[in-house]
């Protein structure tokens, strides 16, 4: 009894929870029905105020659809406005701002009948829901049908609701949906879709589920950007929207105005923060990841560690820390490596050979055994991979699939080969710095930008690296690289993460391990680089990097409580299965 209880609790506050989710508005048809507006100008003024994240903007379009001033009473949409008043810190606490309102008036009567019904106090929630219903008030009919469907009446319950919808009620459209969708796998998107002309929240209920946000059965990112924009239109775009667009714009213009941007910027929380706030906030986060490395340090028995984390969009550079083991004590060192084009840099190499349109992602290349010339793949005692597509062989950071690619593309070209992946790293140092903006470039679609302290302008160093659809591919392979190959130990089960790595001996005879990667997958928030250097075996990319990437994402996710942006890590890809066979190239 408890248990079913308790899941028809969590249908019952169904509202509250959508609000919270989807950081959105709720106007209805009276914005547009100027017959019951004195005041309409006033209102749109205070919307395009919400729409600049002005919390007290919020709050007051909360006390007009309380009072009715301007517009037409709505629970529904008072609810929401003082949700998002709580969110950009227009009040403390929603709580506070409900229980303020006039005793026996019906918004307090309606929420707390809600609350009464959620903690089984029968009697009393049926006494305020007699009393609405006396009042005339139709939101009283959705609380008595709730009343009923937790009482068990369920056809009792959906008649009241529907017949409350039927005259007006936001609110009975709204618990309608959320009961007809509480178990479907397939929200109905078209049912949705013809209501939010006359109910334009459920425009962000469709954003998030073809964004994804709700699972990826129906995801369309181009329909996702629709309807966040017709959102946001009404003020209902909230944080998580907000980012969500800027993110898709750097991937697909949406052709949006300086002014726009700035505002979804702010909209989003990356923008119109105190520079000493900032500062603070990634001290905090750089302190953090200094501790983690030190920590994973001592565990992996390394003599040096640095790593980095970036924003993606801006190259703004949030945390670095580097790290020396001198006898036991931790003190900081500068990573003065400048030899990283000497070995094989599979990202930069895999675009290369796929610009000469010798090669595609699908080709398949045999690995054999795992042996090829003077090169082996790290499993080549077990039989190597077999077969893989080229796009694979970067997942699986196979080296011998490589060197057998670029015998048959490049051949005795190596110079050319060489100025091509030059022209990606846009004449950066030939150093982890210079690695990382390749990376960073990488998950911003393949626009490079400069890698920079806090404050500074953003600076593009090449709008465009390699092809959209080449850079599409590398990044495929580097998702995959985590969620089915050589890198899972960087991965999250919260959220995709992409990334490709190596290790090599330095001159000083020092194995040097580097794993640079981003997250989330598809829509790329923070690039990072994970750099360890040891004088001795074990020394594994993905044991060892791996784990300190997938820690500083929670670091991150923490410090910048980015959790409500992120989606599960997918299952798109299914499990590689190589066939050992012989040695060779198959075009």
């Not at 395009?48 to 529904?76: H, I, M, N, P, S």
């Not at 618990?175 to 078209?190: G, I, Q, V």
């Not at 997942?395 to 050319?416: E, P, Q």
Request: with cysteine.
């Amino acid at each position: 009894m408890k248990k079913k209880f308790f899941a028809l609790a969590t249908v019952l506050m169904t509202v509250v929870l959508l609000l919270s989710c989807t950081d959105s508005l709720f106007i209805n048809e009276a914005l547009s029905n100027t017959s019951e507006m004195s005041s309409s100008d006033e209102v749109n003024a205070l919307i395009e105020k919400a729409r600049w994240g002005d919390g007290k903007a919020f709050l007051q379009l909360a006390d007009c659809y309380r009072d009715g001033k301007g517009v037409k009473k709505d629970f529904t949409v008072m609810l929401t406005m003082a949700a998002q008043a709580e969110e950009f810190c227009g009040i403390t606490c929603m709580e506070d701002y409900m229980t303020s309102l006039p005793e026996r008036s019906d918004f307090r009567l309606i929420y707390e009948s809600v609350e009464k019904c959620t903690k089984g106090e029968w009697d009393e929630a049926n006494s305020m829901i007699d009393q609405l219903m006396s009042n005339g008030n139709i939101d009283g009919h959705v609380v008595k049908g709730i009343f009923e469907v937790l009482r068990g009446d369920t056809l009792e319950g959906f008649r009241l609701m529907k017949q409350a919808a039927q005259a007006g009620s936001s609110f009975g459209e709204l618990m309608l949906f959320a009961l007809d969708n509480r178990k479907a796998n397939h929200p109905d998107t078209e049912k949705l879709s013809e209501k939010s002309e006359k109910i334009p929240f459920f425009n962000s209920i469709l954003a998030e589920i073809y964004a994804g946000f709700k699972g990826d059965s129906l995801k369309n990112e181009s329909l996702a950007a629709y309807y966040f924009m017709k959102a946001d239109e009404k003020a209902y775009l909230g944080r998580r929207g907000a980012s969500w667009l800027l993110r898709y714009n750097q991937k697909c213009n949406l052709h949006l105005s300086e002014q726009d941007i700035q505002r979804l910027r702010i909209l989003a929380g990356i923008d119109g923060m105190e520079e000493d706030q900032l500062i603070c906030k990634d001290e905090e986060l750089e302190a953090s990841v200094s501790q983690l490395l030190q920590e994973k340090m001592k565990e992996y028995q390394c003599s040096k560690g640095t790593v980095y984390v970036v924003e993606t969009a801006t190259g703004a550079i949030k945390a670095q820390a580097s790290l020396a083991n001198n006898r036991s004590q931790f003190v900081p060192y500068e990573d003065t490596f400048n030899d990283e084009q000497r070995v094989l840099m599979k990202g930069p190499a895999y675009l290369a050979m796929l610009s000469t349109g010798k090669i595609s992602p699908d080709q398949i290349i045999d690995t054999g055994s795992g042996i090829y010339k003077d090169v082996r793949d790290s499993n080549w005692q077990r039989g190597g991979y077999g077969q893989l597509t080229f796009e694979k062989a970067l997942g699986f950071n196979s080296l011998v699939a490589f060197a057998i690619a670029k015998d048959f593309i490049i051949g005795n070209d190596v110079a050319r080969f060489e100025k091509q992946i030059s022209g990606y790293l846009s004449d950066m140092p030939n150093d982890a710095m210079g690695l990382l903006t390749f990376y960073n470039a990488v998950a911003n679609g393949g626009c490079m930008v400069k890698l920079k302290t806090e404050g500074d302008d953003v600076s593009v160093l090449n709008e465009q690296i390699e092809e959209k659809e080449h850079i599409i591919s590398l990044q495929k392979a580097l998702h995959r690289a985590v969620s089915k190959g050589l890198f899972r130990k960087a991965g999250r089960n919260y959220t995709t993460v992409a990334a490709c790595g190596r290790s090599f001996k330095t001159e000083e005879d020092h194995y040097r391990m580097e794993l640079c990667g981003y997250f989330p997958a598809d829509h790329p928030l923070y690039t990072m680089m994970v750099i360890l250097e040891k004088d001795d075996y074990p020394a594994s990319v993905n044991g060892m990097c791996g784990p300190i990437m997938a820690n500083t994402i929670d670091l991150l996710v923490t410090s910048y409580d980015l959790k409500p942006l992120l989606v599960c890590q997918d299952d798109e890809f299914e499990e590689e299965v190589v066939d050992s066979a012989v040695v060779g190239l198959a075009f």
